[in-house]
Every structure is written in structure tokens, then in C-alpha cells.
């Protein structure tokens, strides 16, 4: 778009679609993760792996303060 010498919001809409999409799919994949294989880790002895995991995506994410 910017190649192509688009209108300057244009982009930033575009942008922020992009974005909330990324957003979207993440949420989809972590809430797949949590309900396949996190219960598969906790089953098996992973618990400690399991809590790991969920906290580091929340600490890049910046959800709940966590840093």
C-alpha cells in the first residue's frame, strides 16, 4: 500500500485490521492450547511446564501486570 502511494489512514486502518486479527487468532490458538494440550500436561505430570508456559504469554502480552 504504501508502494503504491495509498492514503496515509488508509494504511493505519489496514494496519489496525491486521492487527485485531493477529489478536483474534491468538486468543483462538491459546484457548485450543489450554483446553488440549495444557490438561494433557497437567494429566502427565507437566504441571509446573503447563503454568510456565501460560505466564510467559501473558508477561509478552503485558496482561494483568504481569512483567
Known amino acids: 500500500m504504501i508502494e503504491n502511494e495509498k492514503y496515509c489512514i ?3 486502518n489496514q494496519s489496525q ?3 485485531e486479527a493477529l ?3 491468538e ?3 491459546l484457548e485450543h492450547h489450554l483446553q488440549t ?3 494433557k500436561q497437567m494429566k502427565g ?3 509446573s511446564k503447563a503454568i510456565k508456559e501460560i505466564l ?3 508477561k ?3 496482561k494483568n501486570g504481569i512483567r
Request: proline share 0%.
Open 10 to 12: 488508509d494504511v493505519i
Open 17 to 19: 485490521a491486521v492487527r
Open 23 to 25: 489478536l483474534s487468532l
Open 27 to 29: 486468543g483462538v490458538i
Open 37 to 39: 494440550c495444557v490438561v
Open 45 to 47: 505430570g507437566g504441571r
Open 56 to 58: 510467559s504469554v501473558y
Open 60 to 62: 509478552v502480552s503485558g
